[in-house]
């Protein structure tokens, strides 16, 4: 491995926007270094130059398929999302096994499955539900761009932490030991099929569509990692690929991606899409396009007079009034820094929907600020949904990863868990980012100085 591997200027822009263009992997200048430094474990031996010429040639090489397994995060876990497999449970997959009864043909697409969980999750329910699943045809494809987990899906081999949300009766039922884990039974792993295809690649992605459309595409936690451009090419794809009727379940804070033609349906603590039939587009009253109005750009630099003025309003709680003027100024102009705030004042008034709308609202509008996954982060866990909290606390990270709210909620997180070395570290790690600034700097706008999350750290390590 070379020690003095560095992409000079000229190789930055060209890496990066080649993995944007062609994967949706989004490096922008200030996430150089950690590209960088997954250039640096994939190069395996070669410079700079050479490594990048072979990732960026157009007929793909084992260097780009190396940096591209450094680069995916493959964060999962058996039902992932319970509110998801709630819905599918009870109304989504009875509903299709009735719409599919002649043919006994079901075709599922898991696209950006990383080590198979997710899947697996699915296959074990269709096998509960379904008592005749024996005599149907089940497609059940997955797919992902990093073969590492494409390999252990295959191998279906899990540790504990795979099963972290998971009570004890499916493991007892569709699991065997082996080693120092669980391998999932051959009866689940029958049905699903792992394949590699890149969601922004028409080639794998012809492939993995097959014959005939998805009655069911799953594709959650995927777009969080893509920007906009890439989001709007993958919709379509799905778009085209879902039956009449068939239903797409995404991540639990991506954009809405589909509007006309689907219907969202909401079940408790989750909204999934389904898309109409020919029948049910005919029936639909026509609706009138709106009046074009001059469009705002999607993101405003805040003026921070007006927002700091919120800020002292909820600082001195006096939320009823920040609310008023906040609600006035988002009639103005919306972006993501309005939105946060909107979110936290609704969140104090334990407006607790209405809050986590304006956190989606800002996230549509700007992806990469931190606040808006902090701010539904906090309000999920005053509602008791600590999975999906612990999710945007990561996002805000991912998002930022000098965020200081982010790593002292996410300690306070573990503590709770009684993860007691995780919430060290991060407890540390506030310590370190507060490291050489003053005292009396505010963090939060509204009260929390550096000086008192230093005491309130200091006090719990
Ligand atoms: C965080 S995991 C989500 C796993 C699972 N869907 C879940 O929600 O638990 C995101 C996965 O998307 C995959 N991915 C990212 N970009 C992709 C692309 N362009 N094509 C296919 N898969 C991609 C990554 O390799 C990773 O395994």
Redesign the pocket.
């Known amino acids: 491995m070379s020690g003095t591997f560095e992409l000079d200027e000229n190789g930055f822009r060209v890496l990066s926007g080649f993995l944007r263009e062609r994967?949706?992997?989004h490096y922008p200048p200030q996430k150089r270094v950690e590209l960088e430094k997954a250039c640096r474990r994939a190069a395996d031996g070669l410079d700079a130059a050479e490594f990048c010429r072979r990732v960026t040639s157009p007929s793909g090489s084992a260097a780009l398929q190396r940096l591209?397994n450094q680069l995916?995060?493959?964060?999962?876990?058996f039902f992932?999302?319970q509110a998801h497999f709630d819905a599918l449970k009870n109304v989504i997959l009875p509903g299709i096994y009735k719409r599919r009864a002649a043919e006994r043909r079901l075709r599922i697409w898991?696209?950006?499955?990383?080590?198979g969980?997710?899947p697996y999750s699915v296959a074990m329910l269709i096998l509960e539900t379904l008592p005749d699943a024996g005599d149907w045809k089940i497609e059940f494809l997955a797919?992902?761009?990093?073969t590492d987990?494409l390999e252990a899906a295959r191998a279906g081999v899990y540790r504990e932490w795979s099963f972290r949300k998971v009570d004890d009766y499916w493991r007892g039922k569709y699991f065997e030991a082996r080693g120092e884990g669980w391998q999932v039974g051959g009866e689940v792993r029958d049905i699903v099929g792992f394949v590699r295809?890149?969601?922004?690649?028409e080639r794998d992605n012809v492939l993995a569509a097959g014959p005939a459309p998805f009655d069911l595409i799953?594709?959650?936690?995927?777009f969080?990692?893509?920007d906009d451009a890439?989001i709007a090419r993958?919709s379509a794809l799905f778009r085209r690929y879902l039956a009449p009727g068939g239903w797409y379940v995404g991540?639990h804070v991506e954009p809405l991606v589909f509007t006309e033609g689907f219907d969202t349906v909401h079940f408790p603590g989750a909204f999934v899409y389904r898309k109409r039939t020919a029948e049910e587009v005919a029936a639909a009253p026509k609706r009138r396009r709106p009046r074009e109005r001059p469009r705002e750009p999607l993101y405003k630099r805040p003026r921070v007079s007006e927002l700091e003025k919120m800020d002292r309003l909820v600082a001195a709680g006096e939320d009823a009034r920040a609310l008023e003027q906040l609600s006035k100024l988002s009639r103005a102009r919306e972006d993501a820094e309005v939105c946060w705030r909107m979110g936290r004042i609704l969140g104090n008034l334990g407006r607790y929907e209405e809050a986590l709308e304006w956190c989606r609202r800002g996230v549509a509008l700007d992806k990469t600020n931190a606040y808006v996954y902090y701010i539904a982060a906090l309000i999920q866990d005053e509602m008791g949904q600590n999975e999906e909290a612990f999710e945007n606390l990561r996002r805000s990270l991912y998002v930022e990863k000098d965020f200081v709210l982010g790593h002292f909620s996410m300690a306070n997180y573990h503590r709770w868990r009684r993860d007691e070395g995780r919430a060290a570290r991060s407890y540390r790690n506030v310590l370190k980012l507060l490291e050489g600034r003053d005292d009396g700097e505010e963090i939060t706008g509204d009260g929390l100085t550096v000086g008192r999350l230093r005491e309130i750290v200091n006090q719990i390590l």
Not at 110 to 115: E, F, K
Not at 218 to 222: E, S
């Open positions: 994967f949706g992997l591209i995916t995060v493959g964060e999962t876990y992932r999302i898991s696209a950006g499955c990383a080590t969980e997710e797919t992902d761009i990093n987990f295809a890149n969601l922004l690649d799953l594709c959650r936690n995927v969080i990692y893509f890439s993958v991540g």
